[in-house]
C-alpha cells in the first residue's frame, strides 16, 4: 500500500472495539491531537487539510502485489518513497555509529536532524545507486532525523539513543540488587523484586501496589519475576560486583532453595512452584497440580537453569570474588533444575495453558 503523489500516511491505529479494523489517517492533526490529549506521547509530524467551500482535494494510495520482501524494497523505491536500511538499528548507544542506506528514484538532498547540535551527520556519496549517511547522536531519547527529497517529500525517521550497553547493563545489575527485599522475618526474604517507577514503590507479597488479581504472581515467580535473577547472574558472570554476587546468594539461600524450589531432601527434588507464588502453594489444602504440586511451568525453570549455571561460571571463573556454594555445587542444581522440568512435570495431569506442552506426553 504506497500513498499517490501528494498524500502521505501520517498515524494509524486499530481501535479496540473493532480489532480487525486498520485505519491509516492522511491528515491526522486531529486524531494524533486526541490521542494525546488521552495520554499518547506520539510526536512524528501530523497535518491538517482545510478546504473552502467548492474546493476539493484528492489522496488516495495504490495497492500493488509483489514477489518477495526485495521486491518490496525496489518498488518502495521505483515509486518515489524512499527504501531505508539502518544499522545497526534505530535504538542505538551513544558510543555507536548509525549508518543509513537510502534508496528512491527521487533522491534524498539533505538529512535534519532534531537536534542538530547533539547529531553529527556525514555524506558519504554514492555506493550501488544508493546514497549513504553516518549519524552519531550525543541526546539521549527519541531523535528525529528528517529526510528531505528534492521534490519536496519528507520522511521522518524516529531513533532512540541510550547509553552504552555496558553502563545500561552495570546500572541496571546494580539497580536489581539494591532494591531487593531483606528482611529475615519475612517469607520472601532475599527476593529480587519489582519495582513501580511512577509510584516509586517496591512491591512485594505485602504491597502488590497497582497489580491486581491473578496477576499478582509477577512480583514472585513466573517469566517476570525469575527473570531478574537470570539477568543479574549472567551480568556478574562476565561482569561481576561483590554486593550483586551476595545478592544472587541470598536470593538462592533464603528464596530459591527450600522455597521456590524443593530440595534434594524432598520429593520431586529441583522442582519449581508456580503461581500465584511459591509460599501459597506449599500451605495449600490442595495436594495436586493446583496446590503442593504445583511445578508444571515448563517456563519457569530455564531462568533458574541459566541462574545456578552463570553463578558456577562465577565461582568457577571469578578468582577474588565470593560466592556461598562452590562451582560443582551450582553445576549440580543447575543439572538437576534443567532435568525437573521434564521429571517432576511428568508426574502431573495437567499443564499450563501458554506452556505449550502436556506432561503426559512427556512422560
Known sequence: MLPENGAALEYWDAPKNSPDLYRVFFHAAAEVAAVQAAGSRWRLPATSLT???????????????VDGYAAMRRTIAEHGLIDVEVVP??????????????GSRVPVVRLEPEHSQHTECTALGERAGRKLFHLRFARLGENHVTLHQVD?????????????????????????AAHRHRDPAKWYDGLLAE????????????????????????????DPGLSKPAFLAAKNADYPVQAEIDALDDYVEHFVWGGLQRTT????????????DWKRNRDSADPGDKGRKHFWRPYDYPHIVLMYFALCRIARDRHGFRTRLNAAAYLERAFGTARAMFIAQASQQSCSGNAGCSPSRIA
Not at 54 to 64: K, N, S
Not at 91 to 102: C, F, G, K, M
Not at 265 to 274: F, K
Open 89 to 102: 538499528g534505530m535504538t542505538v548507544p551513544t558510543d555507536l555509529e548509525v549508518t543509513l542506506s537510502l
Open 265 to 276: 531432601e524432598e520429593q520431586w527434588p529441583y522442582a519449581l512452584y508456580g503461581i500465584p
Open 195 to 222: 519495582w513501580n517507577m511512577e509510584s516509586e514503590t517496591r512491591l512485594g507479597p505485602d504491597n502488590y501496589d497497582r497489580i491486581k488479581g491473578w496477576r499478582i504472581y509477577e512480583v514472585t515467580c513466573d
Open 51 to 65: 478546504l473552502a467551500p467548492g474546493e476539493t482535494a484528492r489522496r488516495g494510495v495504490r495497492f500493488l502485489l
Open 152 to 176: 519536496g517529500g519528507r520522511t521522518t525517521l524516529e531513533f532512540f539513543v541510550t547509553e552504552p550497553v555496558e553502563t545500561m547493563i552495570a546500572k541496571r545489575g546494580a539497580f536489581i
